[in-house]
């Protein structure tokens, strides 16, 4: 493999321009001045470096991308959504490899490393899911991660414990979780079985929840509390949490400090009309923050790009943030954040890591969300994708 030479670019919180060289794959040298007279040199004066972006929250399974628009067809109930996808789901052809692979292209022309998918698992789709994602996967260039997700509940319906556990087996790498009491009407016991099923199989958990006000409050206390009594920290993400969005500031606290004692990350899509969890109190207690598009054009929702310099941009937006260092924070969740949630090794601008690299004509962090113009340059394992 060719080494690479990435010229004259400023890596993200360097500071000062500095030359990248890539080799065998990895991150090799962050200097300035590097002289490389082997290497394929790519000039990038004055362009700014990020790390592979992080879609640390999306349903690939679920995606009509690149078929035929289809107009959005549920009304506006969480039930109702789920009512329609279920419905609807055979008649559309979901899931499909064909389309799953469409849109891992397109997070891939725009700078995204590595994807973590919430998959469908029920008595009726089984694993299907599972395996359409599976084989999309093995010809992008983009690391897959699943995470078995029973979206239509897992005690009241009967069957779905069972796949779930299966999932893993198959080397499915999370297990997710929906609404403990919400939708499954039984917190205590659902978050027993998806903590247990965690345990087992050396899992991390990432678990929706949608519940709101003091109820989401108390579901949150629970897994944190889990989180801790099995020493999950580091494993555990909370996926849209509306519910810390919309508690007093001293509920708000309190919660954001067992996240960070116990070690739960929280993840976003700043979706729609709910609150965002408050990213700066829980980037200021050191409670990791990552963020995703969440569905991108399916039964639950027409929108969404696979950009996630763009989603990065619609969450720091909905936190009402303008200055530089609140927007970046938006940026840190597509980037670090998310690799954090998802336990990512080697990820980063410095030498050792792997060559996942973005680069864009921007002078800053804050530029890049705002304006997400499109990528100079993609690298995926130091092979140059996009140029
Ligand atoms: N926001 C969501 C998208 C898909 N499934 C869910 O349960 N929630």
């Not at 619609?314 to 936190?319: D, G, N």
């Amino acid at each position: 493999m060719t080494d690479v030479l990435l010229r004259g670019g400023h890596p993200w919180g360097r500071g000062a321009p500095a030359d990248i060289l890539v080799r065998d794959g990895r991150i090799h040298l962050v200097a300035p001045g590097v002289e490389a007279p082997d290497a394929r040199i790519v000039d990038i004066a004055g362009q700014l470096v990020l790390p592979g972006l992080v879609e640390a929250h999306c349903h690939l399974d679920k995606t009509l991308y690149g078929g035929p628009w289809v107009p959005h067809s549920a009304d506006d109930t969480l039930a109702g959504r789920i009512g329609n996808d279920l419905g609807r789901r055979a008649e559309l052809g979901v899931p499909s490899a064909e389309r799953i692979g469409a849109l891992l292209a397109r997070m891939s022309a725009a700078g995204t490393a590595h994807v973590r998918t919430h998959t469908d698992i029920d008595p009726q789709v089984g694993l299907r899911g599972v395996e359409a994602v599976l084989e999309a996967a093995a010809s992008a260039p983009v690391d897959v991660r699943q995470v078995a997700f029973p979206q239509h509940g897992v005690l009241i319906n009967p069957g779905t414990a069972e796949l779930l556990e299966e999932a893993l087996k198959s080397g499915v790498e999370a297990v997710g979780g929906l609404d403990p009491a919400g939708i499954d009407r039984d917190p205590v016991r659902h978050l027993d079985l998806i903590f247990g099923l965690t345990e087992r199989y050396g899992a991390h958990l990432d678990l929706h929840l949608h519940d709101g006000g003091s109820l989401g409050g108390w579901e949150l206390e629970l897994i944190t509390e889990r989180t801790r009594a099995l020493g999950l920290g580091g494993r555990v993400t909370v996926s849209h949490a509306y519910a810390l969005g919309q508690l007093d500031d001293a509920y708000q606290d309190r919660l954001i400090q067992g996240f960070a004692e116990a070690g739960v990350a929280i993840a976003t899509a700043a979706v729609y009309s709910f609150p965002v969890p408050p990213i700066k109190k829980l980037r200021a207690a050191g409670v990791t923050v990552a963020c995703g598009h969440d569905g991108i054009r399916d039964l639950w929702g027409p929108y969404g790009s696979g950009d996630m310099l763009e989603r990065a941009m619609h969450v720091a937006y909905r936190s009402t943030f303008r200055r530089d260092e609140d927007i970046e924070l938006a940026l840190e969740a597509a980037t670090y954040g998310g690799a954090r949630a998802l336990g990512l090794e080697s990820y980063g601008l410095s030498p050792g890591d792997r060559a996942d690299l973005v680069v864009v004509p921007c002078g800053g962090a804050a530029e890049a969300v705002v304006v997400h113009p499109a990528r100079t340059l993609v690298m995926k394992d130091g092979v140059v994708l996009h140029n």
